[in-house]
């Protein structure tokens, strides 16, 4: 698995930012080969971000790709910084059980 994080600094209006990840680039990433996960964050010191998550670097390459041109013509007016960009192999995954879930 591959991870990525991108995180913006000096956002104008989350909740637009969120609106339109959530309506736009949502239903792009998922259809990305390889897709995940994808996480919107608003971090402790204001700034929010993205978290993505693919099966291959390839695939994560791929995607922040065209999600970088989807930002960049969908929310510029909204994030006005060059995000802060980390990335990496993900070395250990585990998900939480639910409650009432088989052990």
């Known amino acids: 698995m591959f991870l990525s ?22 239903p792009q990433l998922k259809e990305y080969p390889g897709f995940l996960a994808y996480y919107a ?12 998550v693919y099966s291959t ?5 791929d995607a922040t790709l065209k999600a970088t041109t989807w930002v960049r ?6 994030l006005p910084n ?3 960009i980390l990335r990496g192999d993900v070395l250990i995954h585990d998900i939480a059980r639910t409650m009432g879930q088989a052990a």
Do not use: C, H, M, W
């Open 41 to 52: 964050v608003e971090f402790e010191d204001g700034d929010i971000g993205g978290i993505s």
């Open 82 to 84: 060059e995000p802060q």
């Open 5 to 26: 994080i991108r995180k913006y600094s000096g956002a104008t209006s989350r909740d637009e930012v969120v609106k339109r990840v959530e309506e736009g680039l949502l």
């Open 73 to 78: 013509d969908n929310l510029l007016e909204f």
């Open 57 to 61: 670097k390839e695939n994560a390459d």
